[in-house]
Every structure is written in structure tokens, then in C-alpha cells.
């Protein structure tokens, strides 16, 4: 299976600055077919459905906020937050697709400083 | 607007089947790929497996011995079954919808299953 890790476990941010969450995979999850990154970005909040925020590594999903961004390819990645608003508060998980199992990170718990 | 509603028992006994289905509306069955996703208290994600409308399945190793899913086309609705379970099955369940590639874009509220011994 392909290990997930992300860190910190949690940060603190206060509302308008940036926070940033970093995602490592034990092997590379680069899609040779298209030469993009199989990795996506979750925001869960309690009693709400989870939301995919990122996929291929950087593609916004549909309605996403543009102060939500991801970076990084082959093994190391990051999900940015330009601007932290208050409705940001959540847990955040990082996924890999490239293969099945498909996996998750263990999450990054973001809040307000 | 694709939407998921996961139902089920939220009470289980140890060495027991878990059973949880999964209602889609807003979009047909037959485009995405349908997994079951759980979150142990305190944990993080762990997927679970999918199927696809036409019954093909994939399911995680760590689980697959106890794992089984099905669907039914024509209730637009897909099922879990979690043979043998014990107080490390108990937690959240969603059931989510992807597409070719494994992003998940649709999700369930969430179903807390609580097994007891």
C-alpha cells in the first residue's frame, strides 16, 4: 500500500493568513498516461459531508474557493490556504489515487489562532 | 446534483454482519464509481472498496475477506457487508461516488455504527 503522511498533525493560523499542509507519499504517484499527480485534497468538517477541494495535485473542484491551491509532484505535496477565513476551520486529508487501495493521509486539523 | 444517503443499523454485536446501503439520487447510478469510506473515532480515513453499476468490485485487502458489496440498478442504490465484525469496525461509514479515476466527488453524510460486544 502506498503510506500517506502528512504534517503537522495541526496548526494554528490566525484568520487572513496563510496556512500550509504538507502531504508525503511512500512512492511516487505520478500518472505516466497523462503526466499528472493522483492526488487529492478533502476539507471534513463534523456533521457535513466531506468536500474534494483539490485533484491532480493542483485542479480547484467545481465551486472551491481560489484561496485553496496544491502543488508539489512525484512524492511531496502541498495544500495551501492564501487567506485562512473562518469557515476554513476543518480537518484536512490528503489521497492518493494512483493505485488501490486508495489511501489518505491522517489528516491536518487547522483553527484559528 | 449528485446525492448520497447512506442507512443502516447504528447498533452492531460483536461477530455479527454489518449491513449499510446507500441511496443515489440526482444523477444516474450507472457513471461512477461507488466506494464505502470509514472513519474510526479519533481516526483518520480508510477506504474500504467500490463497486462499479455493473457489479464489478474492489475492495481493500486489509478488508476483503469480510467484505462484500452489491448493487441494485433499478433501486439506484448499493449495499456493504462486513462479515464478523468486532469494536474496531465501529465508526463513521460514508459512502461516496467517483469517477474513472478515484477522486471522490460525491459523499454521504455519514452513518455512526457502533459495535458492541
Known amino acids: 500500500d502506498i503510506v500517506m503522511t502528512q504534517s503537522p498533525d495541526s496548526l494554528a493560523v490566525s484568520l487572513g493568513e496563510r496556512a500550509t499542509i504538507n502531504c508525503k507519499s511512500s512512492q511516487s504517484v505520478l500518472y505516466s498516461s497523462n503526466n499528472k499527480n493522483s492526488l487529492a485534497w478533502y476539507q471534513l468538517k463534523p456533521r457535513q459531508p466531506p468536500e474534494l477541494l483539490i485533484y491532480w495535485a493542483s485542479t480547484r473542484a467545481s465551486g472551491v474557493p481560489d484561496r485553496f491551491s496544491g502543488s508539489g509532484s512525484g512524492t511531496d505535496f502541498t495544500l495551501t490556504i492564501s487567506s485562512l477565513q473562518a469557515e476554513d476551520v476543518a480537518v484536512y486529508y490528503c489521497q492518493q489515487y494512483y493505485t488501490t487501495p486508495w489511501t489518505f493521509g491522517q489528516g491536518t486539523k487547522v483553527e484559528i489562532k | 446534483q449528485v446525492q448520497l444517503q447512506e442507512s443502516g443499523p447504528g447498533l452492531g454485536k460483536s461477530s455479527e454482519t454489518l449491513s449499510l446501503t446507500c441511496t443515489v439520487s440526482g444523477g444516474p447510478i450507472g457513471s461512477y464509481y461507488w466506494s464505502w469510506i470509514r472513519q474510526p473515532p479519533g481516526k483518520g480515513l480508510e477506504w474500504i472498496g467500490y463497486?462499479?453499476?455493473?457489479?464489478?468490485?474492489n475492495y481493500n485487502p486489509s478488508l476483503r475477506s469480510r467484505v462484500t458489496m452489491s448493487v441494485d440498478t433499478s433501486k439506484s442504490q448499493f449495499s456493504l457487508r462486513l462479515s464478523s465484525v468486532t469494536a474496531a469496525d465501529s465508526a463513521l461509514y460514508y459512502c461516496?461516488?467517483?469517477?474513472?479515476?478515484?477522486?471522490?466527488?460525491?459523499w454521504g453524510q455519514g452513518t455512526l455504527v457502533t459495535v458492541s460486544s
Open positions: 461516496a461516488g467517483s469517477g474513472t479515476y478515484g477522486t471522490f466527488e460525491y
Open positions: 463497486i462499479y453499476y455493473d457489479g464489478t468490485t
